[in-house]
């Protein structure tokens, strides 16, 4: 039976994307090479390792959006498009610009991806609020075509 050779953190070093310093990285080699452990247990600690790596990176996925959000927002908190008291009105315009074209789904898309926190979104947004809710006719309303009335319709009414 051939000798077999502990396995170290440094055995991982020419994989992409391992980190030598990552400690789930140094118990994954601790469990591989502890002889105390029987085939069924190894194979117990090895998938309570990979359920805790996964809530690690998830939790870190989710810090990186929540911080993401928070820098897009201050984004267009500090643009200069927005500033003296006009982000409110804006954000009024967009909402309703939302409500008139848009539907449920719509505004659960910006919820979900974010993406109606990112400032160029904002600014577009702003832009084509401020065109659409304007005093005036409604820009999607299409009225029928005036047909021009005839002798009869003049003189007996329609």
Request: proline residues 8%; hydrophobic residues 35%; without cysteine.
């Amino acid at each position: 039976m051939p000798e077999v050779v502990p396995l170290s953190v440094d055995d991982f070093k020419e994989l992409e994307g391992f980190d030598a310093a990552d400690p789930a990285l140094k118990t994954y080699v601790d469990l591989l090479n502890d002889k105390e452990l029987s085939p069924k247990d190894r194979g117990v600690k090895l998938i309570e390792l990979q359920k805790q790596v996964m809530q690690s990176l998830s939790e870190k996925s989710t810090q990186a959006f929540v911080e993401l959000q928070g820098k897009w927002q201050d984004e267009v908190r500090n643009d200069p498009e927005f500033s003296g008291g006009k982000l409110e009105p804006a954000l009024g315009g967009i909402a309703k610009l939302l409500t008139r074209f848009g539907d449920e789904k719509t505004k659960e898309a910006f919820d979900y991806t974010g993406a109606g926190n990112h400032p160029a979104i904002v600014r577009f947004l702003h832009k084509v609020s401020s065109v659409l809710n304007e005093p005036g006719p409604d820009p999607t309303r299409v009225d029928p075509p005036v047909l021009p009335k005839t002798r009869a319709q003049k003189m007996f009414g329609e």
